[in-house]
């Protein structure tokens, strides 16, 4: 629609040379490409957000109040009707259709209800795979094998030829920590799988050798779950920590670069520098303490503390201290796996020499897990386990998405649209440089910040109200977490929401 109304200008004279003209000029240019290119999109998708009432509307607060009434409902923005969403668009209680930028926290892989998955259940055999669901560890079902490795293993990364599955990100990083811990103390042992009897009675009231003092390393601003051992290891916001007892495990600075990065790299190689000393200082001031650190845990990019990015020489470095001291090295990629960042998992962007130890996974994965190396499978039976250990119906699930992302080459065009998307972004930058700044990211997995927590707050309740759902986090910053599917058309609609907005600004 933008580019017929510039055509006309073009044609009537009616058009100033402006910096914004020039921009839709150039973006005239791109879009033609993308009409010859673009894929059909998802049947059924609306054209455009329709904002029918205040959000939330009267219905949404109606369902709040009620809900408020069981449990505390602080995080609720809206209530949605899932018979009604489709694609890329998000359909509230009240009619409102919005275009979805965050997708349930960067969880939802090829849009809301795909025909793909509409179809998984309909097979009897998969319906009775769901509804069966089994005690995974005990009572697996004859086809689960081959459900891993079908699934799972065709995508696993590249050097590890183990999974184990899980419920969410939070038990994944939970369930990587005990087997990176027995991992450290089996090498203690040189190998011997036999406990002493003084560990077999210590651990029983959490005491040494039997529970040891060995510590996890986690970093300033990184987010590895809720759950309490997890908890010790996520430092991105205090509200998600208070009053509950934590294990005194070591924290590390995470690279805080200036952008635009090609003007600042001295700067950001002098960070680098100086974040991978700390890194080897702490890991010595523990050692010292009699806490060692067994494992590492490092999100390819930080998401809840602030989408913080790091170079692929600093994982490489990172990578080098784990191996020079002993220390496994997790690979965090439970929001950033699943294609958002133009690769299959983020941490393949680095070109590390050898694999990680452990990567974790969940969202757009949509069951929970880690992948890892045959030396971290524990010796002993119910070490790692519960007893669902994930869910046979998201593999069925997930079956279907890995075969859309391969079909319709959704990686790639994540590729694109996030090449597109970030361009309009910076052009927003260079026009409204006291609004937004910092502009980062890979693949559709971008990021922008605001001066101010409270503009940054206003920016992102304006997209609601205008009909763009996107999400926020760290301190000043709105990420930007849509579905494989986003297109070019979608990320239009996002940035001339976004400079509208700025223009009443």
């Known amino acids: 629609m933008q580019a017929v ?11 100033l040379r402006s910096t914004h003209s020039l921009f839709l000029i150039k973006k005239l240019r791109l879009s033609s490409v993308l009409f010859r290119n673009s894929s059909v999109g998802v ?6 957000p329709n904002i ?69 259940f309909k097979d009897e055999h998969y319906l009775k795979e769901l509804v069966n669901r089994p005690a995974l560890g005990v009572f697996p079902s004859l086809s689960w094998p081959e459900m891993l490795k079908n699934v799972l293993m065709s995508v696993a ?31 203690d042992r040189g190998g011997k799988m036999d406990f002493t009897p003084e560990e077999m009675e210590s651990c029983m009231i959490n005491q040494p050798p039997g529970a040891p003092s060995l510590s996890i390393l986690s970093f300033k601003g990184g987010f590895h779950g809720r759950t309490f051992g997890a908890l010790s290891t996520t430092r991105s916001k205090a509200i998600h920590k208070l009053d509950c007892p934590a294990f005194d495990w070591p924290v590390a600075p995470f690279p805080r670069y200036k952008y635009p990065l090609d003007q600042h790299q001295r700067e950001n190689c002098e960070e680098d520098q100086k974040c991978l000393e700390q890194v080897e200082e702490v890991i010595q001031k ?4 009699g806490i060692p650190v067994a494992g590492m845990i490092v999100e390819p990019i930080q998401a809840e503390g602030g989408d913080n990015e790091a170079s692929p020489d600093f994982f490489k470095n990172l990578q080098k201290i784990c191996k020079k001291n002993g220390i496994a090295l997790i690979i965090d990629e439970v929001q950033t796996g699943c294609g958002p960042t133009g690769k299959m998992w983020c941490h393949e962007h680095f070109n590390l020499p050898s694999p990680p130890d452990i990567v974790t ?7 929970g897990g880690f992948y890892f190396s045959e030396e971290f499978k524990p010796l002993h039976p119910y070490r790692v386990f519960n007893t669902w250990m994930g869910d046979p119906g998201k593999l069925i699930l997930l079956k279907q998405v890995l075969t859309v992302i391969k079909n319709d080459n959704l990686i790639c065009q994540t590729q694109e649209t996030g090449k597109y998307l970030k361009e309009g972004l910076h052009q927003l930058e260079n026009e409204y440089p006291n609004i937004i700044n910092s502009v980062r990211g890979r693949g559709t997995f971008l990021a922008y910040n605001a001066p101010t927590t ?4 206003k920016i992102n309740n304006t997209l609601k109200k205008n009909g763009v759902l996107s999400g926020v986090c760290g301190e000043k910053t709105i990420r930007i977490r849509p579905a494989l599917i986003f297109e070019k058309k979608h990320a239009e609609i996002y940035l001339d929401t976004l400079r509208n907005i700025f223009k009443e600004f």
């Open 5 to 15: 109304n510039f055509l006309r200008m073009l044609k009537t004279g009616n058009m």
């Open 43 to 48: 049947k059924g998708e609306p054209a455009k």
């Open 52 to 120: 029918q009432t205040s959000v939330p509307g009267p219905k949404s607060q109606q369902l709040l109040e009620e809900l408020s009434s069981l449990q505390q409902t602080g995080s609720v923005q809206l209530f949605a009707d899932y018979d009604k969403c489709i694609g890329n668009y998000f359909v509230d209680a009240d009619g409102n259709t919005f275009l979805d930028a965050f997708t349930q926290i960067s969880s939802i892989p090829i849009g809301y209800n795909h025909p793909k998955l509409m179809e998984a």
């Open 157 to 187: 990364p590249s050097g590890l030829n183990c999974v184990a599955t899980m419920m969410c990100g939070s038990c994944s990083n939970e369930n990587a920590y005990k087997s990176v811990f027995m991992w450290y103390r089996n090498k």
């Open 286 to 289: 523990y050692h010292k303490k």
């Open 361 to 367: 996974f969940s969202k757009k994965m949509l069951t």
């Open 454 to 457: 409270e503009l940054r707050d």
